[in-house]
């Protein structure tokens, strides 16, 4: 059975970091990409980060460059995303999907999902 499962989330004031974890099982974590999607209720999923298969090549959305770093552990199938100086707007439920290979900026396009990680930044 595909599993995804988040870890990390949590409360912390502006300009604080946090670590969240992907733990996949199911499925061997050197031939997918790992992308993490955020979403607030009511708004529409974004993608935030992805880490390509093999090549290990990595995307972030604009507003999160700089800050946030991801990576992967093969050998652990785990992907992690450092958060770092973390801002209000940062605040949504976190989720990690996997696609085959390559990272796609469609949340649409990636076949399996977590339940979510809750991140708040305080105001």
């Known amino acids: 059975q595909v599993q995804l499962v988040e870890s990390g989330g949590g409360l912390v004031q502006p300009g604080g970091s946090l670590r969240l974890s992907c733990a996949v099982s199911g499925f061997t974590l050197d031939y997918y990409a790992i992308g993490w999607f955020r979403q607030v209720p009511g708004k529409e999923r974004e993608g935030v980060s992805c880490?390509?298969?093999?090549?290990?090549?990595?995307y972030y959305l604009d507003s999160v460059k700089g800050r946030f770093t991801i990576s992967r552990d093969n050998a652990k199938n785990t992907v992690f995303l450092q958060m770092n100086s973390l801002k209000p707007e940062d605040t949504a439920v976190y989720y990690c999907a996997a696609a085959p290979w390559r990272c796609r900026p469609q949340y649409s396009s990636y076949n399996y999902w977590g339940q979510g990680t809750q991140v708040t930044v305080s105001s």
């Open positions: 880490i390509s298969s093999s090549s290990g090549s990595t």
